[in-house]
């Protein structure tokens, strides 16, 4: 708030970044508390009525804020002083279709060559930032809250301890939150007996079930092995990749609690502003008991009366083929366990079967950060370059052509590693069938020479990919 006030007395701009617009509305009503008709509000679901309006009143110097989704970085606003980059961890910054880009990174772009301040903002900031940028952590939080954390040996069940605790909240006329991953599209095996799931020796990333090829598959290079029958760490056989979606805890609370109101919070439910307005405006009125949802619930949000959070599938995002997944599951832990007990003492349940991992970092993610960077150095980012090649047409052999011809013309070049390609392990979208490449390098220069020779070649290029499905 400060740094706006500043830039506005400057006679120039501001841009705010969110990830997601289900964090517009709790921070359209603060900054506009302060700055009045200074602020405008840019995301996807915004009126083309409205979108004309905010354009013109930025070309008159009406507007000198804008808070928004990864596209306000692209409004006319002239003179910009600062843009913030809030949740800068937060994989949505990076556009899943064309043009492929990165609000962050390209905030940072913008900063430097419009010689404006850019702030990243982040409780559990992404390894690339902490590396790469100068830091520092408030001291102290906003609320004086005392969290219990709870873990309990299991994946995703509705287990008698959950019920109980949400009796208590109940009891005490508290509210509660579940939050289950959205991430990952594909089950992975774990063990039930020591939280252990089954790595790719080559890549370090957890392998996925494929049931239909009977086999786990590496997404990264391909590897492939038959679905064991005991866990690779302790021998077990109770061996599981089940999970559990919203609609089912939803069902399965509302039967065991009548007389409670229990409500869906994902992108399946909340589809417009209004409605986001409307269960947030309900939740904190109290209308509504028990939020059930998805990354939603970890966006910034202050549930005021929640002093339970519950944790369902932590272990499903630890075990993903992604170099990022510790980083995300530990990110994820400490942003849900946030939005419990933050103006009385909260309790935390997280059902893991890593506890041991989960705790060693609970009140010092930087310790998380600097382990971390002992496992990416010389295989990830930010200490390598990773770029993604996708193949993808209606006839497969012709899709698997292309792969090849590609392959053969990127085995020409220097400082490229090919890490793996094959069959992209969501094998046809739209029916095309989809190849992919993974390259690595320590050259920037390197990678877009070959992103140069695939795009001739008929593939998309995905420099800095976050997903690999």
């Not at 970085?73 to 600062?82: D, E, Q």
């Not at 997944?325 to 419990?340: D, K, L, V």
């Not at 993604?388 to 392959?407: D, F, G, N």
């Amino acid at each position: 708030m400060q740094m706006f006030k500043k830039v506005i007395n400057e006679n120039k701009t501001a841009i705010f970044l969110m990830p997601e617009i289900s964090l517009t509305p709790q921070m359209e009503s603060r900054v506009k508390e302060k700055f009045g008709s200074l602020v405008a509000i840019w995301h996807s679901k915004i009126t083309k009525k409205n979108k004309e309006k905010i354009l013109q009143d930025i070309y008159d110097e009406k507007v000198k804020i804008i808070l928004g989704a990864r596209s306000a970085l692209f409004l006319p606003l002239k003179n910009i002083g600062v843009i913030v980059v809030d949740e800068e961890h937060d994989s949505s910054y990076k556009a899943s279709n064309r043009p492929r880009y990165n609000a962050k990174d390209l905030a940072i772009f913008f900063g430097k060559t419009l010689n404006a301040k850019v702030i990243l903002g982040s409780a559990t900031p992404s390894l690339n930032s902490y590396v790469k940028f100068k830091h520092f952590r408030l001291k102290g939080t906003f609320y004086n809250s005392s969290k219990e954390i709870i873990f309990e040996n299991h994946q995703d069940q509705i287990t008698p301890l959950i019920k109980d605790e949400l009796q208590k909240s109940f009891a005490n006329n508290r509210q509660a939150i579940i939050f289950l991953p959205t991430r990952a599209n594909f089950k992975y095996i774990s063990c039930s007996d020591c939280g252990a799931f089954v790595e790719c020796p080559y890549c370090s990333v957890g392998m996925s079930l494929h049931t239909q090829k009977r086999a786990l598959v590496c997404h990264y290079c391909n590897f492939a092995l038959a679905i064991l029958k005991k866990c690779p760490n302790c021998n077990s056989i109770n061996l599981k990749a089940s999970r559990i979606g919203t609609a089912e805890v939803v069902d399965e609370l509302s039967n065991e609690f009548k007389d409670r109101v229990f409500k869906k919070f994902d992108k399946d439910e909340i589809t417009t502003q209004n409605k986001l307005k409307k269960v947030l405006k309900d939740f904190n009125e109290k209308k509504i008991d028990v939020l059930v949802g998805t990354q939603m619930l970890s966006k910034g949000h202050d549930y005021h009366n929640v002093d339970l959070a519950i944790i369902l599938g932590l272990d499903h995002i630890l075990a993903m083929a992604d170099f990022k997944a510790r980083e995300m599951a530990m990110s994820m832990f400490i942003q849900i366990a946030g939005r419990s007990g933050r103006s009385t003492k909260g309790r935390v349940i997280v059902q893991s079967s890593n506890e041991e991992f989960f705790k060693k970092y609970l009140n010092d993610y930087e310790l998380f950060l600097k382990d971390e960077i002992n496992f990416r150095k010389d295989l990830y980012p930010p200490y390598k370059k990773l770029m993604r090649l996708l193949i993808s047409h209606k006839v497969e052999k012709k899709a698997k052509e292309i792969m090849q011809k590609t392959l053969h013309e990127l085995k020409t070049l220097k400082d490229i590693e090919i890490v793996g390609y094959g069959e992209s392990a969501i094998f046809k979208i739209a029916s095309k069938f989809r190849y992919h490449v993974l390259l690595r390098s320590s050259s920037s220069k390197a990678l877009l020479k070959a992103g140069y020779i695939a795009k001739h070649s008929g593939c998309e290029v995905d420099i800095d990919p976050i997903s690999f499905s």
